[in-house]
């Protein structure tokens, strides 16, 4: 019951902002402690939080800018203690639809990560408040842990 969350934000026009901002707040009402990251920096994360990969993909299938640091930090390295979720936004329109969020679902397993839950793909189009779907998608997964 005492996890933290750290939630890691890519985002360029701000809805995966409000995603994260929206499952911080629900993590929070279930007892969790939740910390947003909004230029993602390994340093900044507490070690013994579980991480939150919130991002958004861009130009031809590419990470938001103020995550790409964050993900080039994460090369080589070892993340075998680290548990993490995945959301990512996206426009199916596009080819490289979510590419970002699966290109930090990747890197992270390449480090041993564990993924504790299938992740979430957000398709805009669709879901036209993607912070709802998000919750939704969320609460029964909060329901099986711990
Ligand atoms: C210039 C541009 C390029 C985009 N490229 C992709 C893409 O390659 N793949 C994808 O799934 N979505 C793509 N999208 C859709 C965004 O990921 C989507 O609009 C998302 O909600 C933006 O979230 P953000 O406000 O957090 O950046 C693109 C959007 C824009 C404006």
Same mark, same amino acid.
């Given at each position: 019951?005492?996890?933290?969350?750290?939630?890691?934000?890519?985002?360029?026009?701000?809805?995966?902002?409000?995603?994260?901002?929206?499952?911080?707040?629900?993590?929070?009402?279930?007892?969790?402690?939740?910390?947003?990251?909004?230029?993602?920096?390994?340093?900044?994360?507490?070690?013994?939080?579980?991480?939150?990969?919130? %991002?958004?993909?861009? &130009? @031809?299938?590419?990470?938001?800018?103020?995550?790409?640091?964050?993900? *080039?930090? =994460?090369?080589? $390295?070892?993340?075998?203690?680290?548990?993490?979720?995945?959301?990512?936004?996206?426009?199916?329109?596009?080819? %490289?639809?979510?590419? &970002? @969020?699966?290109?930090?679902?990747?890197?992270?397993?390449?480090?041993? *990560?564990? =993924?504790?839950? $299938?992740?979430?793909?957000?398709?805009?189009?669709?879901?036209?408040?993607?912070?709802?779907?998000?919750?939704?998608?969320?609460?029964?997964?909060?329901?099986?842990?711990?």
């Amino acid at each position: 019951m005492d996890r933290h969350f750290t939630l890691l934000v890519g985002s360029v026009l701000g809805a995966s902002e409000y995603v994260a901002d929206a499952i911080a707040e629900t993590l929070r009402a279930r007892g969790y402690k939740a910390t947003i990251l909004t230029q993602p920096d390994i340093a900044d994360i507490d070690e013994d939080s579980t991480w939150f990969i919130c %991002t958004s993909t861009h &130009g @031809a299938g590419e990470l938001p800018d103020n995550i790409k640091p964050f993900a *080039a930090q =994460l090369e080589g $390295e070892d993340l075998s203690d680290i548990e993490f979720f995945v959301v990512g936004l996206g426009d199916s329109s596009y080819d %490289t639809y979510c590419y &970002g @969020a699966i290109a930090m679902e990747t890197l992270l397993t390449k480090g041993g *990560a564990k =993924l504790m839950a $299938e992740p979430l793909h957000i398709d805009v189009l669709h879901h036209p408040i993607p912070e709802d779907r998000a919750v939704e998608w969320l609460e029964p997964i909060l329901d099986t842990l711990d």
